[in-house]
């Protein structure tokens, strides 16, 4: 499949905070690409090389085949960004917002109201339509800067952590609207701290840290990269944590990572590891206070993909 | 109706290139969005760059009329030195005119679009805070849009302010005393000065952080500026180094011309074309610094 973005060896350093360290990736035309970082991982530096906001170091970017350094003008028609922070004009009105888009991307004026209603009604912005922004909630604003970067109706949309921040219900209403787009045709590259909404929204998911690829694939490969569940020990003395350590390390794919006297095993067999848990710390004589399975945490992806990616440079 | 109520139909338009084959539309549709790119004829690229700055201008106007406790103190404040200088240095000041409002008025015209001029800085520095100068770089439109807008709309802001001064020293007994076209050509050259003043502030709102430290700048600046100048009192009366500095100040060019032109305190041209030229100084230095400094800027 053709790629729609393509970028290689891109690099960006902010004086001495080397932001983009070599990035390679790709996205291929029509689909979703969630990228997946901690804070200050380098996400929104990518995102905004990418959407012509600032410049690479070095290294190359190409969306659509035009250069994002060298054919800016051409390019800018043909993308949509929603920001980190929505930028939304906070003293227009929701409607005034969009028209006003429209008019920059040199629409009739007529085009760009016709525009802005709809996507008011596509967005389920009518009942504020005609309120300043400034009264708006959060959810309202994102989707009033979603909206915003559809005017032009790009076929490339960027979207840095459009989710962050809101409640869960007007998270599940903003990924449906993004799963709409995604139907239509739209390529998207999205992303995000929550590992659950690149399941379920990315076709393939680039985890990036301290500005570098370490792991790439699709939401499952991933997870069982990490693991699929994790065991939870919490020991009953805290001298006993390093002795629990050892006993349990020989039932998980990487040594057990620890907190005060919570011991975490990330797992394929949850239950399994269980039981046995019990029974290795039962013979050990180690008592415990809790044992529980649950799914791994985003934290505990991204400590363990580091760690692996430590271990791969080790020679 | 919630947020899932997405009606089909109104994604990106069927006959829109499908994005396979990472091919990009070169020629888009007559309705849909165009770029100003470096191959289109000049009078194409300026008539698009006048609409985005026209646009921009629209933009900020609104904001004036949506935010009416800024206008009320930004009408307020000018009002205010007009009665404090009139009523509490009438007669203590020594002044070439009989009436000390007669040479304070003009003096104030450019008190009032000096003090203001710090808004453009804010109004800049709150934008790039906000996002809303992110969108606009995300946008095809034309890179001198912003700050054209921005300082288009000040200039506005500016001569509604002095027709109100002008309007309030009338109410107090001022008159002007050449004839009403020398009257109009005062406030115009006070307006331009403004101008002029807004592209410094410009540059002063994108190289601060933060709208606040822009305000404060702004302050720190110009108070100090308008007293050193011959805006309520003659350099003459000025110690000899202060004078010197006042009689270099763009600030004291602009209200000697905006005096000579609505007073006849004497001849007009000679204040004037000084004027003039120290507003083209400030420009010729300002516009570019500003320019270069929006496109680097965050
Ligand atoms: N304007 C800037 N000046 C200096 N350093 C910066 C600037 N912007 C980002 N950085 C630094 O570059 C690195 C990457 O930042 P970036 O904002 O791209 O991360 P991120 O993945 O988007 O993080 P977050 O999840 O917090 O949004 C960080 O170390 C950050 O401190
Ligand atoms: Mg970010």
Do not use: C
């Not at chain 1, 350094?69 to 993308?79: F, K, Q, S, T, V």
């Amino acid at each position: 499949m053709p790629h729609a973005v393509e970028v290689a060896g891109l690099r960006k350093a902010y004086g001495s905070t080397v932001a983009l360290d070599g990035v390679d990736l790709t996205v291929a035309a029509g689909s979703v690409l969630g990228l997946l970082g901690p804070n200050g991982a380098g996400k929104t530096t990518l995102v905004r090389i990418l959407t012509t906001l600032l410049s690479p170091d070095a290294g190359q970017a190409r969306i659509l085949g035009l250069d994002v350094a060298g054919d800016a003008e051409r390019l800018r028609p043909r993308l949509g960004l929603a920001g980190q922070h929505a930028s939304v004009d906070e003293l227009l009105t929701a409607r005034e917002n969009l028209r006003m888009v429209g008019r920059l991307y040199h629409l009739p004026r007529r085009t760009a109201a016709r525009r802005a209603d709809e996507l008011i009604e596509r967005f389920d912005l009518g009942d504020a339509a005609d309120r300043p922004v400034k009264g708006f909630s959060g959810g309202m604003r994102r989707r009033l800067d979603l909206a915003a970067s559809l005017v032009n109706e790009p076929p490339v949309l960027f979207l840095d952590e459009p989710t962050t921040g809101l409640d869960p219900r007007s998270r599940l209403g903003l990924w449906e609207i993004i799963e709409r787009l995604v139907e239509d045709g739209t390529t998207l590259l999205l992303t995000t701290q929550y590992l659950e909404e690149a399941d379920r929204l990315a076709d393939r998911i680039v985890v990036i840290d301290h500005g570098q690829v370490i792991a790439e694939g699709t939401g499952d490969a991933l997870k069982e990269r990490v693991g699929g569940q994790v065991v939870d020990v919490r020991v009953a003395d805290l001298a006993e944590v390093e002795h629990a350590r050892s006993v349990l390390s020989s039932l998980a794919h990487e040594t057990p990572t620890s907190e005060g006297a919570l011991l975490s095993l990330p797992t394929d067999d949850g239950v399994g590891t269980l039981v046995r848990a019990a029974q290795k710390l039962e013979a050990a004589e180690i008592a415990v206070t809790d044992l529980a399975v649950r799914r791994p945490s985003l934290d505990e992806v991204f400590l363990t993909l580091t760690a692996r990616d430590d271990q791969d440079a080790a020679p | 109706m919630t947020a899932s109520g997405v009606t089909s139909g109104t994604g990106p338009s069927p006959d829109a290139d499908p994005p396979q084959g990472g091919v990009p539309r070169d020629a888009p549709s007559e309705a849909g969005p165009r770029a100003i790119t470096a191959d289109q004829p000049a009078w194409t690229r300026l008539r698009w760059a006048a609409s985005d700055a026209a646009v921009v201008t629209g933009r900020n106007l609104r904001h004036f009329v949506r935010q009416p406790q800024l206008l009320l103190f930004s009408t307020v404040q000018p009002v205010m030195f007009v009665l404090l200088f009139a009523f509490v240095f009438d007669g203590a000041i020594d002044v070439p005119t009989d009436d000390y409002l007669q040479y304070l008025l003009p003096g104030i015209f450019v008190q009032s679009v000096a003090f203001r001029a710090a808004q453009t800085a804010v109004g800049l520095a709150e934008d790039l805070d906000r996002g809303v100068i992110d969108r606009f770089r995300t946008l095809p439109m034309a890179r001198s849009a912003v700050l054209a807008g921005r300082t288009f709309a000040d200039l506005a802001r500016n001569v509604f302010i002095v027709l109100l001064m002008a309007g309030v020293g009338l109410a107090l007994g001022f008159r002007f005393e050449t004839n009403p076209w020398l009257a109009v050509a005062a406030i115009l050259m006070v307006s331009l000065f403004g101008y002029a003043l807004s592209w410094v502030f410009a540059y002063v709102g994108l190289r601060t952080k933060g709208a606040e430290a822009a305000q404060s700048a702004g302050f720190v600046v110009m108070f100090p500026l308008v007293f050193a100048s011959s805006v309520f009192v003659p350099v003459e009366s000025m110690p000899g180094w202060l004078a010197t500095f006042a009689s270099w100040s763009p600030i004291t060019h602009a209200a000697d011309a905006a005096r000579a032109l609505s007073i006849g305190s004497g001849p007009a041209l000679p204040p004037t074309l000084l004027s003039l030229t120290s507003i083209a100084v400030v420009l010729a230095v300002f516009v570019p610094l500003s320019v270069r400094a929006y496109r680097r800027a965050r």
